[in-house]
Nanobody
C-alpha cells in the first residue's frame, strides 16, 4: 500500500516563497509518478506538477505555475519537493501530494497529473 506524507505549506505574503515536501513509501518498483495537485474552495481541482521518481525526469507543470514553481526529487528515494516562488493569492488552497505507480507517468490528453494515491494535504495561504 502506497502511503504519502506531506510537509511544508503555511501562510505567506504575495511574492513570497514556500517549499512543500512529500515522502512516499510502499512502492514496489522505481520510476513511479509523483506530483502535486491543489484544490481551492469553489474551484476545480488543478494538477500543478509531476515528475518521475528515481530518475527525476519528465517534469511537467500547469501553465499557471510555469516559471514560478519547481518540482524536484528530495533527499529520500521516493521524496519529491515543490519549491514555490512568486506566490500569488490565487495559489492559495489545499495542496495534495499524489502518486501513480509506474513505470513513468501516464496521463490522458493535456492532464498534468493523474493518480491512484494521494496524501492528506497541506494548506497554502497567500495573502495580498
Amino acid at each position: 500500500q502506497v502511503h504519502l506524507v506531506e510537509s511544508g505549506g503555511g501562510s505567506v505574503q504575495a511574492g513570497g516563497s514556500l517549499r512543500l515536501s512529500c515522502a512516499a513509501s510502499g512502492f514496489t518498483y522505481d520510476n513511479n509518478c509523483m506530483g502535486w495537485f491543489r484544490q481551492a474552495p469553489g474551484k476545480e481541482r488543478e494538477g500543478v506538477a509531476r515528475i518521475v521518481t528515481t530518475s527525476g525526469t519528465g517534469a511537467v507543470y500547469a501553465d499557471s505555475v510555469k516559471g514560478r514553481f519547481t518540482i524536484s526529487l528530495g533527499n529520500g528515494k521516493f521524496t519529491v519537493d515543490l519549491q514555490m516562488s512568486g506566490l500569488k493569492p490565487e495559489d492559495s488552497g489545499m495542496y495534495y501530494c499524489a502518486a501513480q505507480t509506474g513505470p513513468g507517468c501516464v496521463v490522458r490528453g493535456s492532464s498534468v497529473l493523474e493518480y491512484t494515491h494521494r496524501g492528506q494535504g497541506t494548506q497554502v495561504t497567500v495573502s495580498s
